[in-house]
């Protein structure tokens, strides 16, 4: 690999530890999930899951279910990148899980060209149909000896 694709693995690797962190913020319970939104080496956006606006911040049900009115870190992050002066055409999104297929199409809707995450959904249909729109899937997992392997999906 050259030096440009190693630097731009190790500037992936620090949005993703970055989006991590931001996933703590969830109130969510069963999986937290966070998001950044960055064009230009500037983190525009960001957004983890989480109950809309004015809710309570409670994400499971009596049955430990998420509730069907949670927002995905990227729909959070996509919504409010569309409140602001910024555009996330060309954006790269840096995710800790893989989008399902509703976000995949926000994602596909926002002119967002690059797609980063730590960790593959169970179902994948939404990496497929990212990939359907050409744009740029990427697995980045640790290896063992702490460096980043970057997985083209």
Not at 7 to 36: P, T
Not at 81 to 96: F, P, R
Request: hydrophobic share 40%.
């Amino acid at each position: 690999m050259n030096d440009n694709g190693q630097k731009q693995i190790l500037l992936d690797a620090r949005y993703l530890r970055m989006a991590k962190v931001w996933a703590e913020n969830s109130y969510c319970k069963r999986r937290k999930v966070g998001a950044l939104l960055v064009k230009d080496k500037m983190i525009i956006s960001d957004g983890f899951n989480g109950t809309p606006v004015g809710f309570e911040n409670i994400c499971e049900d009596e049955e430990g279910r998420t509730k069907p009115y949670v927002l995905h870190a990227e729909a959070n992050a996509i919504t409010k990148v569309a409140e602001s002066n910024n555009s996330s055409k060309g954006a790269t999104l840096y995710v800790t899980t893989s989008p399902c297929i509703e976000c995949a199409k926000l994602i596909i809707q926002a002119g967002i060209k690059r797609i980063v995450f730590a960790e593959l959904y169970r179902l994948t249909e939404g990496i497929d149909l990212l990939k359907r729109a050409g744009i740029d899937c990427i697995h980045l997992v640790s290896t063992q000896d702490g460096a980043y392997e970057e997985i083209k999906i």
